[in-house]
């Protein structure tokens, strides 16, 4: 796995909303790890639609539903973060979500493509399951199909935040702001003279026969 070639180490949430600062959800995304997370509208939290299936991955699913809409104070801190991370990953699979996401990425927000060719092309946020506790968090660059780590607190993040369907939907979604540039591969050379390569001469015996 590469990491990443995002321009800092850190970065801040500007999706904060400045009426739910002090709120669970507020200060859930003032932790650095989570600083890469949105902050899901109430809307998409007053459907409880959205919490089907989750029961098996979070045992005490309505008192955390609850908490994290400022309802029930703190009492299971792990579920409550696993059940957010879990609601994230659907809520920006929705318009909305991917809408403020599309933002953020042509923003450059996690970080940009280094790998000659792709000219800075942005990076996408994603997970390699959509299951919680498999991996941490891993930036997507579309234009060369590359995968990285990141170098900032967004390595600490569970993948399943964002899951492995976000990138590609998204970049079908905005095709217009996705599109693939041309990039070529490096060739090596000595004193202008390209090196034969096995490659090459797998190549002439193929022409050969």
Known sequence: MKKSSSSSDSFTNSDS??????????????????IGLLHIQETFLADKFNLVGLLKYVPNLNRCFDTIKGISSSKFEREETLLYYLLHQRYVLTMTGM????ERIMKSFYGECRRMGCEDYPLIP??????PRISSVKLYCNNCNNVFDPENSLSSLDGCAFGNTFPHLLTLTYKDKFTKKKYGNYVPRIFGFKIYSEKDAAKDKKNEK
């Open 17 to 34: 909303d400045e009426k739910s600062e002090d709120s669970w959800i507020g200060l859930f995304l003032k932790k650095p790890e989570n």
């Open 126 to 131: 994603f997970g390699l399951s959509n299951n």
């Open 99 to 102: 809408a403020k996401m599309c």
